[in-house]
């Protein structure tokens, strides 16, 4: 059975970082995304990584701030978030198994999600 389990959410004050884990269990990936829910707000995509080819893809309003990596050998994908703002706010799901037609958008499996909220 697969999981997605998402770690290192939090609070953290304007203009800080914070880096999510999401840590897979059940079978490996080649493409994983992160995507991020506000309150009253669509899910939208942050952000996505296939290892196989080692491309990256961001949403516009992340580029600069944000990076996501991976760990091949734990089955781990990172997102580390900087300069992080009051518009970041938002539950933050990590993705696995991209559709290769519709990547970077479309995923097979999710994690449950995991608050980050930054505060002024």
């Known amino acids: 059975q697969v999981q997605l389990v998402e770690s290192g959410g939090g609070l953290v004050q304007t203009g800080g970082s914070l880096r999510l884990a999401c840590a897979a269990s059940?079978?490996?990936?080649?493409?994983w995304g992160w995507f991020r829910q506000a309150p009253g707000k669509e899910r939208e995509f942050v952000a996505a990584i296939r290892w196989s080819a080692g491309s990256t893809h961001y949403a516009d309003s992340v580029k600069g701030r944000f990076t996501i990596s991976r760990d091949n050998l734990k089955n781990t994908v990172y997102l580390q978030m900087n300069s992080l703002q009051s518009e970041d706010t938002a539950v933050y799901f990590c993705?696995?198994?991209?559709?290769?037609?519709?990547?970077?958008?479309?995923?097979?499996?999710w994690g449950q999600g995991i608050q980050v909220t930054v505060s002024s």
């Open positions: 993705a696995a198994d991209g559709d290769p037609s519709r990547w970077p958008y479309v995923y097979r499996y």
């Open positions: 059940g079978r490996t990936f080649v493409s």
